[in-house]
């Protein structure tokens, strides 16, 4: 068996998240199809953490295992040509057995978006429209708050499956752009 580690990037707006849900379509449903297309089986794949309905991604990494001996390139040339437009295979790669795409991540990065002035059609997708100018010097003395090791409990929802709610936040900020 080889383990596949697999970066992947995807517009969630279709997408019920990341993980596979009843009655939803979600991104990993639609990948694992995918995969099955090409390597003729289902197969387990493991992402490196969970997005919410909606969510975009540009560098989402997830494992899988398989005993095909299909060049990494094949691979990837082959799952994009039959996945959907808003989900792309970025890379593909070998990596070791004891690769966990979840355990194994050094650490994630989440960014939001926001602008001020009229609706905008093809903003509305990926910035949330604010009706006033922010006030950023404000914002940026909150985040320095939020910067180090704290318990997110209040922030988790009743049916977690994690029980650390303790992270480490390394970096928060906020920019503004006029591009």
């Given at each position: 068996?080889?383990?596949?580690?697999?970066?992947?990037?995807?517009?969630?707006?279709?997408?019920?998240?990341?993980?596979?849900?009843?009655?939803?379509?979600?991104?990993?449903?639609?990948?694992?199809?995918?995969?099955?297309?090409?390597?003729?089986?289902?197969?387990?794949?493991?992402?490196c953490?969970?997005?919410?309905?909606?969510?975009?991604?540009?560098?989402?990494?997830?494992?899988?295992?398989?005993?095909?001996?299909?060049?990494?390139?094949?691979?990837?040339?082959g799952?994009?040509?039959?996945?959907?437009d808003?989900?792309?295979?970025?890379?593909?790669?070998?990596?070791?057995?004891?690769?966990?795409?979840?355990?194994?991540c050094?650490?994630?990065?989440?960014?939001?978006?926001?602008?001020?002035?009229?609706?905008?059609?093809?903003?509305?997708?990926?910035?949330?429209?604010?009706?006033?100018?922010?006030?950023?010097?404000?914002?940026?003395?909150?985040?320095?708050?939020?910067?180090?090791?704290?318990?997110?409990?209040?922030?988790?929802?009743?049916?977690?499956?994690?029980?650390d709610?303790?992270?480490?936040?390394?970096?928060?900020?906020?920019?503004?752009?006029?591009?």
């Amino acid at each position: 068996m080889k383990r596949v580690l697999l970066t992947i990037c995807y517009d969630g707006t279709a997408y019920h998240g990341w993980q596979v849900q009843k009655n939803a379509v979600t991104v990993q449903s639609v990948l694992g199809d995918a995969i099955k297309s090409i390597l003729k089986k289902k197969t387990d794949i493991t992402g490196c953490s969970r997005t919410d309905a909606g969510v975009h991604a540009k560098m989402f990494c997830l494992h899988l295992d398989c005993d095909d001996n299909i060049p990494e390139s094949a691979f990837l040339s082959g799952l994009n040509s039959v996945l959907p437009d808003d989900i792309s295979v970025t890379d593909c790669k070998f990596v070791e057995s004891d690769f966990h795409a979840r355990y194994s991540c050094k650490g994630k990065t989440y960014v939001y978006n926001f602008y001020t002035g009229k609706p905008n059609p093809f903003l509305s997708r990926y910035a949330l429209r604010l009706e006033k100018e922010p006030n950023v010097d404000l914002i940026n003395k909150f985040c320095e708050t939020v910067v180090g090791k704290h318990d997110f409990f209040g922030f988790s929802s009743s049916g977690r499956t994690v029980s650390d709610t303790v992270r480490t936040v390394t970096d928060c900020h906020f920019i503004k752009s006029d591009g």
